[in-house]
């Protein structure tokens, strides 16, 4: 388990009564970002599917919700092909592991992985084993060629050619596609929803990252950023609508930079407008979005966000650090002044908003200062939620090549504790808040730990649990609910008629 989520168990020490710590987990991460409880989780959305395939694959994603939101392209994809999903590897034809190369850790978990489904490969010499995502762009043909583990590499944007890459491993050859586009956005694809709660879904309208953060991957791994048509996604946020979902996240590294004109050059939609048509599809359909790059989300959003109820008032606004001199080491282009002042402004725009944050301790050359100047930021913001890790170096990145990754494991480890305390009293005193008050609530089914609560969400992302007695309501229902009670990941209340 990756050190953050290690960490953050401790995050999770009050108890509810019958509660245990996963469950609490996983109401506090599920439908974020990077969700510690969803990695490597396999799915099978055809398990009902009336059609006969021929032939089966098996899928399992990790890291960022993105790469979630891909295996679902990839589904589509096979799907069209004639494969259908399961959930067993035992029988598939084919196993595909979408990954994430975003820090070491999540690596080593991919390849250990690998190395076990290398040895059901000696049973069953004719399943195809492939990977896909970041790691596959990051490692090319290492991984095929050097290591001998895989029989497909393909990377986030070559998906299109997997079922032909399928063909070209079956007759034994090398299959790899890791060329990065710019102008894939799977845009025309529906994905097929994958294990969803059928209230929530999630919806990619951008691709890549041009930022450089000087730590992160992702502009190696997925490549330029590029925007999706926004014809197709409130195309796909309708027929979501239709289908009877309530709540629809637009996903990108950097969804405040999306940017779409049409062929004519006569419409140009910013993440503003986008925004503003997404929740005018209806009323009753929720609107939330990951993830805002603090230099780039603008009043304008601010203002959209606050003129539409059923756009979520909760904004996930990563700071990195607190001290100006290591966002500067970053490449993050604002200094601590320049994040506060845009908390303040989402403070007078949006009273209430639900605000969460990224954290990495240890950067290079990192010092005692600096970590409490991460400390401070972080009790003046008053995160809600964040995550947090300690920084991981990762070949090929500006840090990696400007600087020396110079300060001690068990020195990130101890800040990385302090910032996970901090952030464990930060929420306990949000929740703290919001006693009294009464929230709507989008249902989104059962509390993990009690089968006679329901769970769901305020506006603001809070998991809020409460008795289903007497209530008539369902899954998929708004509920004003009236919180009585809370704990450090969790607000629990009472249904107001
Ligand atoms: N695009 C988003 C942004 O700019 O905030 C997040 C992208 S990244 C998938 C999610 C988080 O992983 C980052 O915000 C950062 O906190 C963390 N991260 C990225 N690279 C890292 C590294 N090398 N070591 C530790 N954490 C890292
Ligand atoms: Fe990585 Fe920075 Fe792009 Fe986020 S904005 S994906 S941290 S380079």
New binding site residues.
Partial sequence: MPIAAKLTQSDFSLSLPSSNFYDRMLELTSNKAHDETRQGEAYAPFSEDPNAYQKKFYIESYGCQMNFSDSEIVASILNGNGFGATKNFEEADLVLLNTCSIREKAEQTVRKRLTEFRKIKKKRPGMLVGVLGCMAERLKSKLLEEEKLVDLVVGPDAYRTLPQLVVEAESGQKAVNVLLSREETYADISPVRLDSNGISAFVSIMRG?N???SF?V??FTRGRERSRDAYSIIRECTQLSEEGYKEVTLLG??VDSYYWLDEQHDELVTFAKLLEKVALISPTLRVRFS?S?PKDITEEVLHTIAKYENICKYIHLPVQSGSTRILQLMNRTYTREWYLAKVNRIREILPGCGLSSDVITGFCTETEEDHKDTLSLMEYCGYDMSYMFFYSERPGTLAARRYADDIPEQVKKKRLQEVVDLQGRLSLESNKKDIGKIFEVLIEGDSRKNKDFWMGRSSQNKVIVFPKEGTGLNKGDYAKVHVTDCTQATLIGKARP
């Fill in positions: 990252c930022n450089m953060c992160c992702v502009p590294q950097n993830t790059h």
